[in-house]
């Protein structure tokens, strides 16, 4: 039981996340519905991080350079005309 609640301790809010990240919550919330890591638990109506998925998402950033969001589209010379 003291093991499960130690785990519990250990669960992150988006606001951690981006903290940590030195990122904003739009991007930890936009990653999240991009499916994209970290991937979170969802308790309910709450959503957590756990330290493991932070840890995995940075050690994966150093090796694989994990880009942290969508690349940008281009714009051609046409006002209305956007590439990607």
């Known amino acids: 039981m003291e093991d499960k609640i130690n785990q519990l301790q250990r669960l992150l809010t988006e606001r951690d996340v981006a903290d ?48 942290s969001e969508a690349p940008k589209k281009e714009r051609s010379g046409h006002r209305n005309d956007w590439r990607g």
Do not use: F, M, N, W
């Open 20 to 67: 940590l990240l030195r990122v904003s919550v739009a991007t930890i919330r936009r990653r999240r519905l991009l499916r994209q890591p970290p991937h979170p638990l969802k308790i309910g109506a709450s959503v957590r991080y756990t330290c493991e998925s932070i840890l995995s998402l940075l050690a994966a950033s150093d090796t694989d350079g994990v880009r």
